[in-house]
């Protein structure tokens, strides 16, 4: 089965690279009032820059689509081998603080590279496989190669700061100054300033906390405090080590940093059941946000590691809001495992801003009976399993409810090395919508199966709706059992797939089959309806108003999309400027450039006009692009 090879959407601009997105402040904010920048993916406050569009200095660029080849788990199926001494070097496009680098070095060895700017060295990291390289046998992950066994999670991540401020033009250099080194992509983001110590709050370091030191007795005194004295729970500016598993039981506790850039919770431990916050079940209206978690976990020890950043059930109400997770064995596994007569559920539950990457298994699943519970504007990337999933599971001893009005949307889901971009395990009344999913090569970018015991679907009456997902060269030839998986993948096992709605979503450069399933699909088991298709085409943009073609190096941020249609074997686009639909009233303030007035508005959907003597360019909006009218410049700016 192939979808319609008609084009009726707007690719993502992340994919088309046609502007830069930026992080709205969604905490306390209605789903509904969220306003996002791309049709498809999250808000993200970050610019990507591929290695292979650097310039190359003693490096090579390495490209491959093969099932086994290192390439292959890379970004567009390409990487940068960078030689000891070889550089790489680009030009940062905006200004930036902070930036992450997605790198791969052989498994049990080390590198180092430095960061220059303008020439000048300002950062090094030390670049490691410790966390990586697994070998994925049938259904089992080993830590080490095996006959059988196919080597992934080749890349890993590392992120800091400069230590300088990287201004727009500046050049920025990756340099190897040790070991063997490849090279996927490096982003580079412009960091807030770190958050204060709020009202009614207590700090960890009034416990005797301190960064670099351990922290685990002050951090359960600390969580213990707040709770009984109905206190937030500061964690300040640092890396605290911790060296055990966090209970957490209780109403109402919030956790809370100074930003997932500068608050740091490093579980030390590498042992099995050694690390990550575990909630009791007696819990409810729990918020976590604005921190980073990482540990030294490097094994799922035979699917036992039970080191999950968060597990257990959230109770009602729960929030988990700006974390950036990684090195678990699961971002977070929700669910209650008590037995069938204490069964608590998780309801509510939204996890939002979030940076999810690089664990062993999955990035989040929602389990055992979890319902109205959303996963939306996060950055899921490089995870071992199922990057999203909603498992209708009854664990063993266990008698729960199923799963129900779920949530994944306008997600950036990538690079998943084992297993589906989204899972659906039975249940009923999810909607998955406006996700973006790229190279997932693992598995299926979205899979719906009954693969697994649990309810299944047979309670899915009003039906499951994944409707204006994007999805980008993923699927698998080889599932690690032989099988094709394609961008839609359905498999019937322990019961029938039954009203699942598959609506208005895209499929760009599939690996393989657009839809691949193990049984006949019917309107009953999965209704198909208006989805596209999309190959690698040229495309010429144009603006609508004077209908002359808009260059490549425009911002189409600062543009309304109105459509497009196939013409001599390319895609013609029209937009219209943002600032055409801006009236220049006479109260508006306004300073001079070259003898013209420039006037300063926000770059959302309905513009809104900046003060000139009231509003704190730099430090709270980052320049996005600017347009002239009426010989005035129309400058806009995002907030930070």
């Avoid at 940093?257 to 990550?276: I, R, V």
Wanted: with cysteine.
């Amino acid at each position: 089965m192939t979808f319609n090879l008609k084009r009726t959407f707007l690719m993502s601009a992340a994919i088309l690279g046609l502007g830069v997105a930026t992080m709205n402040n969604t905490t306390n904010v209605k789903a509904e009032n969220i306003k996002y920048d791309n049709v498809y993916g999250a808000n993200q406050n970050y610019r990507r820059y591929e290695a292979t569009d650097m310039t190359l200095n003693n490096a090579d660029v390495i490209s491959s689509k093969e099932f086994d080849s290192t390439a292959n788990e890379a970004s567009d199926n390409s990487y940068v081998s960078v030689k000891q001494n070889g550089s790489v070097n680009f030009v940062a496009k905006e200004g930036a603080d902070g930036l992450t680098v997605r790198y791969t070095v052989p498994d049990g060895s080390t590198s180092k590279i430095s960061v220059l700017v303008n020439g000048k060295k300002v950062k090094t990291f030390n670049l490691d496989s410790k966390w990586a390289w697994q070998y994925v046998d049938g259904d089992n992950v080993y830590d080490s190669p095996r006959e059988n066994g196919h080597a992934r999670f080749r890349f890993d991540e590392v992120h800091g700061f400069f230590g300088v401020h990287v201004n727009k033009g500046d050049h920025v250099t990756i340099q190897n100054e040790e070991g063997s080194l490849g090279l996927d992509f490096v982003e580079l983001e412009n960091v807030e300033a770190p958050k204060k110590q709020p009202a009614n709050s207590i700090s960890l370091a009034d416990f005797g906390a301190k960064s670099g030191q351990d922290s685990t007795q002050a951090l359960k005194e600390a969580i213990k405090q707040a709770r009984e004295k109905h206190k937030v729970l500061y964690i300040p500016e640092g890396q605290y080590l911790i060296n055990d598993k966090i209970g957490i039981d209780g109403d109402g506790l919030t956790v809370t940093g100074a930003g997932m850039w500068y608050t740091d919770l490093h579980f030390t431990s590498n042992e099995a059941g050694k690390g990550g916050f575990n909630i009791g079940h007696d819990s409810n209206n729990l918020t976590f946000s604005h921190f980073s978690m990482s540990s030294e976990l490097t094994s799922r020890y035979q699917q036992n590691a039970q080191y999950k950043a968060f597990a257990g059930s959230l109770g009602k109400n729960s929030k988990i809001d700006s974390l950036w997770i990684e090195h678990f064995e699961c971002g977070a596994w929700i669910g209650d495992y008590a037995n069938a007569h204490d069964m608590k559920y998780t309801d509510g539950l939204v996890i939002e801003n979030s940076r999810i990457r690089n664990n062993l298994a999955d990035g989040v699943n929602l389990a055992q009976g979890t319902k109205n519970s959303v996963v939306r504007n996060s950055n899921v990337r490089g995870n071992g399993d199922d990057s999203l999933a909603s498992w209708a599971s009854i664990a063993d001893g266990t008698e729960s409810a199923i799963t129900e009005s779920n949530v994944f949307e306008h997600n950036t889901i990538e690079l998943g090395w084992r297993a589906g971009g989204i899972g659906i395990f039975g249940g009923k009344n999810h909607k998955i919508t406006n996700n973006l999913i790229k190279d997932n090569r693992g598995g299926a970018g979205i899979r719906i199966s009954t693969v697994f015991d649990g309810h299944n679907f047979d309670l899915n009456d009003n039906g499951i709706e994944v409707n204006n997902n994007q999805i980008v060269k993923s699927g698998t030839t080889n599932d690690f059992y032989g099988l094709k998986r394609g961008s839609f993948d359905f498999e019937r096992v322990k019961g029938d797939i039954r009203n699942i709605r598959l609506n208005n979503n895209n499929i760009v450069d599939g690996v393989v089959d657009d839809v691949t399933k193990n049984f006949e699909l019917t309107n009953e088991s999965v209704k198909i309806s208006n989805n596209t298709h999309s190959n690698d085409k040229a495309i010429q943009n144009i603006n609508q108003l004077t209908h002359q073609e808009i260059s490549e190096k425009e911002n189409y941020t600062l543009y309304y999309f109105d459509g497009e249609h196939e013409q001599d074997g390319k895609v013609v686009r029209y937009w219209t400027p943002k600032s055409s639909n801006i009236k220049i009233e006479s109260w508006m303030t306004y300073s001079n450039s070259k003898g013209k007035k420039v006037f300063n508005f926000t770059n959302e959907d309905v513009p809104n006009f900046l003060p000139e003597e009231k509003t704190k360019f730099l430090r709270d909006y980052t320049y996005q692009g600017e347009q002239e009218k009426d010989g005035n410049i129309i400058r806009f700016w995002s907030k930070k």
